[in-house]
């Protein structure tokens, strides 16, 4: 009986998703539709007002399909078998600078210092390399909400024996005790960030975790609790 | 431009606005562009044109896909070695962009580029 009800939970769970990534994937042709002609009206466009707002519809558009690509890959992560990695030998430095580079001024409007240090002898790892950008992006962007100005964020890589680790660290809102252990589940967000930011809605860290899962690597969080910041630790194999 | 110098695009798309608007962009660039809607216009429009790129769509209308069509080209010794793009709103390892034993010179996913990033990529590979 359990085996019957546990195989039609799980049909249903699979249809939801299947539902999801369709729609999903409908979404995206008339958001690429209206990226493109904002791209190429905006290249013709000497009107500044008519500039400023091609320019807002087009950022708005870009968090749409920023959103769609979240919602498909929630979808087709909960169906592993569908979610195709592909892995390639890079360096992790390297990675890290550069994903981090557009965020320099994006921490510098909001006043907040920011600071990238990375070894001086490169790090090898086998990774996907758009997905480690998703979590390097969604870390970043969450320590960039969550603190306020003229507080400190800064990422580290180090080697540390066969593993590299990538630390992002804040002092912004902080996680209670009680919420921590949820901070990676799908949909959950704490009180404290539902304050502080109404758009977010919860997944970006339930996907990082399930990307660095597919590394065989390991994501952790700490924080001495509310207003004292946030740790965040990403564990990968080295590849020597 | 001469039309003989200029480098010669076939694109596979069926949304007749996304055609428009990159097609309008390509065209301005100086490339010759032939655009089909379908994969066996495409195989047909091959018959007497050699493109130095060809960039097709994965979901398209009628009996082939966009898979189908790369894999076709790559059976044709004329056509084996002309640089491919997969411009597609699925995704690389996603659904029906899932790996495929035809791989493509460039997979682009339509709504994460842009037409400059589009471009800059066609320029790239009609100069090897």
């Known amino acids: 009986?359990?085996?019957?009800?546990?195989?039609?939970?799980?049909?249903?769970?699979?249809?939801?998703?299947?539902?999801?990534?369709?729609?999903?994937?409908?979404?995206?042709?008339?958001?690429?539709?209206?990226?493109?002609?904002?791209?190429?009206?905006?290249a013709n466009e000497t009107d500044s007002f008519k500039k400023e707002g091609l320019t807002n519809i087009n950022q708005s558009n870009n968090k749409l399909i920023k959103l769609t690509n979240s919602l498909i890959e929630v979808a087709?992560?909960?169906?592993?078998?569908?979610?195709?990695?592909?892995?390639?030998?890079?360096?992790?430095c390297d990675l890290v600078r550069?994903?981090?580079?557009?965020?320099?001024?994006?921490?510098?409007?909001?006043?907040?210092?920011?600071?990238?240090?990375?070894?001086?002898?490169?790090?090898?790892?086998?990774?996907?390399?758009?997905?480690i950008e998703f979590v390097l992006q969604s870390l970043l962007e969450n320590a960039r909400t969550y603190s306020s100005p003229g507080k400190n964020v800064k990422v580290i890589v180090e080697k540390c024996g066969p593993n590299a680790v990538i630390s992002v660290i804040d002092d912004g809102i902080g996680i209670s005790p009680e919420e921590l252990p949820l901070i990676f589940t799908k949909?959950?967000?704490?009180?404290?960030?539902?304050?502080?930011?109404t758009e977010g809605f919860g997944i970006s860290l339930f996907l990082s975790k399930a990307i660095i899962r597919r590394h065989k690597g390991e994501i952790g969080v700490s924080s001495d609790g509310l207003d004292k910041g946030a740790r965040f630790d990403v564990t990968l194999k080295v590849v020597e | 431009m001469?039309?003989?110098?200029?480098?010669?695009?076939?694109?596979?798309?069926?949304?007749?606005?996304?055609?428009?608007?990159?097609?309008?962009?390509?065209?301005?660039?100086?490339?010759?562009?032939?655009?089909?809607?379908?994969?066996?216009?495409?195989?047909?429009?091959?018959?007497?044109?050699?493109?130095?790129?060809?960039m097709v769509d994965l979901y398209l209308p009628g009996d082939m896909n966009g898979y189908d069509v790369l894999e076709k080209i790559s059976h044709n010794p004329k056509l084996k070695n002309i640089p491919t793009i997969i411009l597609s709103n699925f995704g690389k390892g996603e659904r029906f962009g899932k790996s495929h034993p035809v791989i493509p010179t460039k997979y682009l996913l339509k709504a994460d580029v842009t037409i400059g990033q589009i471009i800059e990529t066609l320029q790239e590979l009609c100069a090897h």
């Not at chain 1, 510098?108 to 390399?129: L, R």
């Not at chain 1, 949909?187 to 930011?197: A, I, L, N, Y």
């Not at chain 2, 962009?25 to 044109?49: H, N, P, R, W, Y």
């Open chain 1, 187 to 197: 949909f959950f967000r704490s009180e404290s960030s539902r304050r502080m930011d």
């Open chain 2, 2 to 54: 001469e039309t003989s110098l200029r480098k010669k695009v076939l694109w596979v798309e069926d949304d007749a606005l996304l055609g428009k608007i990159l097609g309008e962009a390509i065209a301005v660039q100086g490339f010759d562009l032939k655009l089909a809607v379908t994969g066996a216009e495409a195989i047909s429009i091959l018959d007497d044109f050699t493109p130095d790129v060809i």
């Open chain 1, 98 to 131: 550069a994903t981090a580079e557009p965020f320099k001024n994006l921490f510098h409007e909001k006043n907040i210092f920011f600071s990238v240090q990375t070894p001086v002898d490169d790090i090898k790892c086998k990774i996907d390399k758009q997905r």
């Open chain 1, 1 to 42: 009986m359990s085996i019957f009800f546990w195989r039609n939970s799980h049909k249903n769970e699979d249809l939801k998703n299947e539902f999801i990534t369709i729609i999903a994937h409908k979404y995206r042709t008339p958001l690429t539709q209206v990226k493109w002609l904002c791209e190429t009206l905006l």
């Open chain 1, 76 to 92: 087709d992560n909960d169906r592993s078998a569908v979610a195709s990695y592909s892995f390639e030998v890079m360096s992790l």
